[in-house]
């Protein structure tokens, strides 16, 4: 039994949920976000909810019922507050900035490498003097994406941590030379 699947998602007031055969379409203060659901799913709207309803029992119809949940879910609450991930420079010279809506990081390369936002809805920040870079947008597959290329451009290295890394994220150090210990 879906946990997951079966709790209902309660539509904010400002959000508005159309259906149009199986594409879903939800638009809110922050932008609008389409998506495709399987044939199987059925989807209610009533009374400011919108529910999940599965077919069978069968293993794939669970495993449907929760994704589906969980994809609606995601784009009532990006329309309605949008999300945000926290990434640290961290390293001497490392640095992040602005350029218009392209975030350029100067991370030890001979060249600067550009980012720019994938899609209109998307925006970078950069705080703290360059070493705090804030990746927004509405779709939460993005914003996850984008944060993951960004981090992958200079990742941290275990020896002295220098690189990319998302906020509060450990990374295990490991101890250098024998003789410098």
């Known amino acids: 039994m879906s946990r997951i699947g079966n709790a209902p998602i309660t539509i904010p007031s400002g959000v508005n949920v159309s259906m149009d055969g199986q594409t879903?379409?939800?638009?809110?203060?922050?932008?609008s976000l389409s998506q495709i659901v399987h044939p199987d799913m059925k989807?209610?709207?009533?009374?400011?909810?919108?529910?999940v309803e599965r077919p069978t029992d069968q293993k794939h119809h669970r495993a449907l019922h929760g994704l589906t949940?969980?994809?609606?879910?995601?784009?009532?609450?990006?329309?309605?507050?949008?999300?945000?991930?926290?990434?640290?420079v961290?390293?001497?010279?490392?640095?992040?900035?602005?350029?218009g809506t392209t975030l350029v990081l100067n991370v030890g390369y001979s060249h600067p490498v550009?980012?720019?936002?994938?899609?209109?809805?998307?925006?970078?920040?950069?705080?703290?003097?360059?070493?705090?870079?804030?990746?927004?947008?509405?779709?939460?597959?993005i914003v996850g994406e984008i944060s993951a290329y960004i981090r992958k451009q200079r990742p941290p290295e275990?020896?002295?941590?220098?690189g990319i890394r998302y906020a509060g994220?450990?990374?295990?150090?490991?101890?250098?030379?024998?003789?410098?210990?």
């Open 114 to 141: 550009d980012v720019a936002p994938p899609t209109p809805e998307t925006s970078f920040d950069v705080q703290d003097r360059g070493k705090t870079i804030f990746v927004k947008g509405i779709d939460k597959q």
């Open 90 to 99: 961290e390293g001497v010279g490392y640095r992040a900035e602005m350029k």
């Open 169 to 181: 994220e450990h990374i295990r150090r490991k101890a250098g030379k024998a003789g410098k210990v």
């Open 69 to 88: 949940r969980s994809l609606l879910n995601n784009m009532v609450e990006g329309v309605s507050n949008g999300f945000e991930k926290k990434l640290e």
């Open 24 to 31: 879903v379409t939800v638009k809110g203060k922050g932008g």
């Open 158 to 162: 275990p020896y002295k941590g220098k």
């Open 43 to 51: 989807i209610v709207q009533d009374s400011g909810e919108l529910r």
